[in-house]
RNA sequence: GCGUCUGUAGCUCAGCUGGAUAGAGCGCCGGACUACGAAUCCGUAGGUCGGGGGUUCGAAUCCCUCCAGACGCGCCA
């Protein structure tokens, strides 16, 4: 079997419908679409379907009477253990104990393959998260978008499709001159000279790092300059590539590595910016409004039509980012997918609106929200200043915290969620601490093995018996590992990593649960091994799991 | 005022493309090690799913409305 359990069932379902139908046991007409669902409890099956109650109108027979024709076909298949219709009609199928069994062979020749699959046509992502501003060092939501960012990629790639993940650098404009400023006058101040600190310049002590670097490395060439404004410019680019140098070390420290860093200033260097007002203007997106050019986003539904063009024929933001994005429609993506943080929804219409125009396509470019995070220290919110240079960066909560406990504190909760990131809880080493008891489930299973070593005994994966397997707790263990795939194709296809994050809770306390009530290393050595087979797949789902979230999985603590 | 997100157990949150008796972790209380790691396991208590309407065989889930909180509503980037 090729595909997952559940969307092999959904076909064995359908099919036993269609047959139904053809061979005359239930009337011709208009069904709902099938659906498979995990039932809450195990006694009503491993999978069940509402067919029959939801095909009730069409049928104009019982549901149960339904069901029990479906019965009757679905029970051919193989891999169906025992097929139960019960009382208001749901059909509740078990899969067979030799097929569950057989999936540890599966998993343990599978190995880090185990949860991925191959897709003849895959897609090709772009995904493009984090692209913090380059005038300093990063904050805690950027923190959050890289560990969801990568996260999905990783899930994406395990579900058969291409990523590429992408940074988009914004080293044009206000800010950065703003940047060149405030480090200009730090030089004048640690060389010990009259400095006038710009109105709205950066603070943070940052700044003085970054002056003392330039200092150190750069002086001669920025005193080389005679002209004030050049000096500042050139300020201004060495100090966006200390900030990006330092945010790509962050990054990789935190797990997370991008494919490509996209420089903003480049697009306005080429002409790429002002093309794409024309291309706009000929698809008749562009009017002139007393000098200024006009996108007419409200045609997608924007609350109204934004500025791309000054008077003065400066370009807004919004023109490079929508030039930035035609680069990426160009470049040939099937999907353009975007993590922004919560202070940008209001930016998401005109930007969709402007890829629609210039593509026809109105679902190419999806933005993804990751709501904000509040650090919670002893039940306090600590509070986070960037105006006062006194914030908490990504660095400091890395420092911290450590990158394992950090990246699943930010991929528990769903994106959409504020997040309380508790810092004490995260630092703890002890249950309290979900990312503790995943790892452990995993470094426990090798300690098994060290001590099957210990002992001498000679572990066989392909060796076991299924009948050692006719107990809950291993077939609960079982059902996990089955699960997985779906586990791992429904959290690509929703982006939404905190469902594996979820998953490995439950297949962890499966694991330990079987520990507890099943020696694993006994006399009986068909047993012994039997029960290794077990846990080594058990240890190849955490693993495989661990890894997509770009947490480790150790092999002692 | 408008928009986005959120409101589920004491706390932090799953569950939300409608399905069966509303879940987990932590915390509380009570149990379990002469054996593979007790960083574990088992059990008890704890909920008008923010309030109110509606849609239907069936709603935490969909629609309307109200309340509360966070964040946005630039010709900044």
């Known amino acids: 079997m090729k595909d997952t359990v559940k969307n092999e069932l959904y076909r064995v379902v359908t099919d036993s419908l269609a047959c139904a139908i053809g061979d005359g046991k239930l009337p011709q007409g208009d069904y709902p679409e099938v659906k498979i669902e995990y039932p809450r409890d195990a006694k009503f099956g491993d999978y069940s379907t509402p067919i029959a109650l939801e095909s009730a109108k069409v049928v104009k027979k019982s549901p149960i009477e339904t069901g029990d024709i479906l019965k009757s076909y679905i029970e051919k298949y193989d891999f169906v253990g025992e097929v139960e219709v019960v009382k208001p009609g ?7 104990h030799e097929y569950l069994s057989g999936l540890v062979k599966d998993v343990l020749y599978s190995g880090d393959k185990y949860g991925t699959r191959v897709k003849d046509n895959p897609l090709k992502f772009n995904l493009e998260f984090v692209s913090a501003n380059p005038t300093g060092p990063m904050n805690v939501v950027s923190a959050r978008a890289a560990a969801l960012g990568d996260s999905i990629g990783n899930l994406l790639q ?5 990523v590429e ?30 400095f006038d600190f710009p109105e709205d310049g950066y603070q943070g002590e940052y700044i003085r790092d970054i002056a003392q670097w330039v200092i150190d490395n750069h002086i001669s060439d920025i005193e080389a300059l005679s002209d004030e404004e050049e000096k500042i410019r050139e300020l201004a680019v060495l100090a966006v590539n200390y900030n990006v140098g330092g945010q790509k070390s962050d990054l990789q420290d935190f797990n997370v590595e991008f494919d490509r860093w996209f420089r903003e200033k480049g697009l306005h260097e080429n002409g790429d910016v002002m093309k794409v ?12 409004d007393n000098g200024k050019k006009v996108f007419r986003s409200t045609d997608f539904s924007d609350d109204k039509d934004r500025v791309v063009v000054r008077d003065d024929g400066r370009p807004t933001y919004l023109l490079a980012d929508i030039a930035y994005h035609y680069d990426k429609v160009k470049r040939g993506y099937d999907r353009l997918i975007n993590i922004w943080g919560p202070d940008h929804h209001g930016y998401i219409a005109r930007l969709q609106g402007a890829v629609c125009a210039l593509t026809g396509d109105d679902r190419r470019l999806r933005i993804l929200i990751a709501q ?21 960066t990504m660095r400091d909560l890395i420092d911290e915290v450590g990158v394992d406990a950090a990246r699943y504190f930010f991929i528990m909760r769903s994106m959409d ?28 299973i090798c300690s098994i093995f060290k001590e099957a070593e210990k002992r001498n005994f000679i572990y066989e994966k392909d060796s076991y018996d299924l009948e050692y397997f006719r107990n809950e707790e291993c077939r609960n263990l079982l059902k996990m590992i089955m699960k997985y795939p779906e586990e791992v194709l429904d959290a690509a296809e929703n982006f939404e990593p905190h469902k594996i994050a979820t998953y490995l809770m439950r297949i962890a306390q499966f694991f330990h649960r079987f520990y507890t009530e099943h020696r694993i290393l006994s006399d009986d050595t068909d047993k012994s091994n039997s029960y290794l087979c077990l846990a080594d797949a058990t240890r190849t789902v955490l693993k495989n799991g661990l890894t997509l979230l770009g947490v480790r999985a150790p092999e002692s603590m």
């Open 372 to 392: 904000q995070v509040n650090l919670v220290m002893d039940g306090e919110a600590v509070k986070m200043s960037k105006r006062l240079g006194r914030f908490s």
């Open 158 to 162: 395990a579900n058969g499709d291409i």
């Open 417 to 444: 969620s504020h997040l309380d990131f508790d810092i004490e809880l995260a630092k703890r080493h002890s249950s309290e601490n979900p990312v503790f008891y995943l790892q452990y489930a995993h470094a426990r």
């Open 277 to 288: 007002l024309n291309k706009l203007d000929e698809a008749g997106y562009i009017y002139d």
């Open 90 to 96: 749901f059909i509740n199928i078990y899969v067979s």
């Open 165 to 194: 993940r992408e940074f988009y650098v914004n080293d044009y404009g206000n800010q950065v001159n703003l940047l060149g400023r405030s480090v200009h006058a730090r030089i004048s101040e640690l060389q010990g000279r009259d």
